[in-house]
């Protein structure tokens, strides 16, 4: 009997060189969180140079996401018909650029259209790396990878927060996006050199040699090769990650309620991201202690994550994802209440990362457990894109309910109803742990 190579990697004990592409999908996941969150660094900055009030700072702020959320849906369904790696390949390069562009924009349209094309090269990214990190793992530890990728994220936005504060105190705005450019390109000979193509990806295209290239990459992984490739079913032929399959009987019901959590708990996610820097400066405080009290809301969404990871190993998805989303609306609400106290709102901001960014871990792992591997990119970026109307929602709808003369309290409570409304969704899904290959 023919072996799936897909078998052999779920069900064997993963090797090093799966690790190092787990890895390599937190190091891409922690470039992501950095990129998204460089105009949340420097948007004091901006809005005093500009002279912008917090209605065009919200657009700005909100500019990257609507890429994100094009990106996320076209690259997605890309990265299921050329395959991980070149796809990623080719958003590092859509990043870097944009991010450079960025470093000389001169005024809000510039501005937001450099945005756009990174947010376009980062939605594409976050579809295939989650893709990666459940495709390279074996089932024990697949949770924990995609959960381990998803903390990514926060990593980066601390590491790259703390050095944005520090180009902030010496200089410029500008200095972040520079920043931002040159580390995104840096990442672009590891993904080269160090990330196969995904077997998984291989399996269902079947190109000409494929029985070539999944024995090269079975050999470089460490396992043994296989002699045939098992046939293709007249099913799995059928699966070709087509956005309409998502919405085929099996797959529409979950589709569609994990979009609305994702919708509904990322604005509320992204409302604290972008809009913690603006708060701070506006309570009297300088950019760089602002800056600073973002990084703990990553220090604290980095926790949340890594103890996510662990506690999957022990416990179900779902009600931890669940409790998670409870968590975040009580916690930004409490934010939305701080005196301005640079420690208090510090604190605050670190639980309310830890509660929101660990729901968002939880999510990326239901993703990958939910959609079979000929549409686990195109699902994944589907859902993420179509909820990250969530992520540009938040700040441009707390930006304007501030003008509309919205206390900090009320937009804090109003933006915070989106986890609740998350945690109504994950309620209604019927989910199960499964391990789809």
């Known amino acids: 009997m023919t072996r799936d190579p897909r078998e ?9 060189a799966q690790v190092v592409a787990v890895a390599l999908s937190v190091v891409l996941n922690a470039l992501d969180g950095f990129d998204v969150l460089a105009i949340s660094f420097a948007s004091p900055g901006i809005a005093k140079e500009w002279g912008i009030d917090r209605g065009a700072l919200g657009i700005v702020l909100s500019m990257e996401l609507i890429g994100m959320a094009l990106g996320s849906v076209a690259l997605g369904n890309v990265a299921d018909r050329i395959g991980r790696r070149r796809t990623i ?7 870097a650029g944009g991010m450079l562009l960025a470093r000389w924009a001169s005024g809000v349209e510039q501005m937001s259209v450099y945005r756009f094309i990174t947010g376009l090269g980062i939605g594409g990214m ?8 459940a495709e390279f793992s074996n089932n024990r530890r697949r949770n924990m990878a995609v959960t381990l990728m998803a903390a990514g994220y926060p990593l980066g936005a601390i590491v790259g927060g ?25 990442c672009i000979p590891l993904v ?17 040699n494929a029985l070539q290239r999944i024995n090269a990459i079975l050999t470089r992984l460490g396992h043994k090769t296989v002699a045939v490739l098992p046939e293709v079913t007249a099913q799995q032929a059928a699966r070709r990650g087509s956005i309409l399959d998502l919405f085929a009987p099996q797959y529409a019901r979950m ?8 919708f509904a708990h990322i604005m509320t996610f992204y409302f604290t991201l972008k809009w913690i820097p603006k708060i701070v400066v506006d309570m009297g405080f300088d950019p760089s202690s602002a800056g600073g009290v973002l990084v703990w809301a990553n220090v604290g969404g980095a926790s949340g994550a890594i103890v996510f990871s662990l506690l999957t190993q022990r416990l179900g998805l779902r009600y931890l994802v669940i409790g998670t989303f409870v968590g975040t609306a009580i916690m930004v609400t409490l934010f939305g209440r701080s005196d301005p106290d640079l420690r208090e709102l510090a604190l605050l901001a670190g639980i309310a990362g830890f509660f929101s960014n660990a729901a968002i871990v939880g999510l990326y792992a239901m993703f990958a457990q939910s959609f079979p591997t000929a549409l686990r990119a195109t699902g994944t970026g589907f859902v993420i894109g179509t909820g990250r109307a969530g992520a540009a929602l938040g700040p441009i709808a707390a930006g304007f309910l501030f003008v509309a003369g919205a206390t900090l309290p009320a937009v804090a409570f109003m933006m915070a109803l989106g986890s609740l409304l998350a945690a109504v969704a994950i309620l209604m899904l019927k989910y199960q742990e499964t391990n789809v290959l």
């Not at 390949?89 to 990043?95: F, N, R, S």
């Open 8 to 16: 052999i990697l779920a069900y064997e004990r993963m090797r090093p």
């Open 89 to 95: 390949l080719g958003c590092l390069v859509v990043m």
């Open 126 to 133: 976050l579809a295939a790396i989650n893709a990666v990190a």
């Open 192 to 208: 080269w050199f160090l990330l196969p193509e995904s077997i998984g990806y291989l399996m269902q295209r079947r190109p000409p």
């Open 162 to 186: 703390t050095i944005a504060a520090q180009l902030l105190a010496a200089g410029s705005w500008r200095s972040v996006f520079t920043f931002g450019a040159i580390a995104t390109a840096a």
């Open 255 to 262: 589709t569609v309620l994990l979009t609305v959590a994702y």
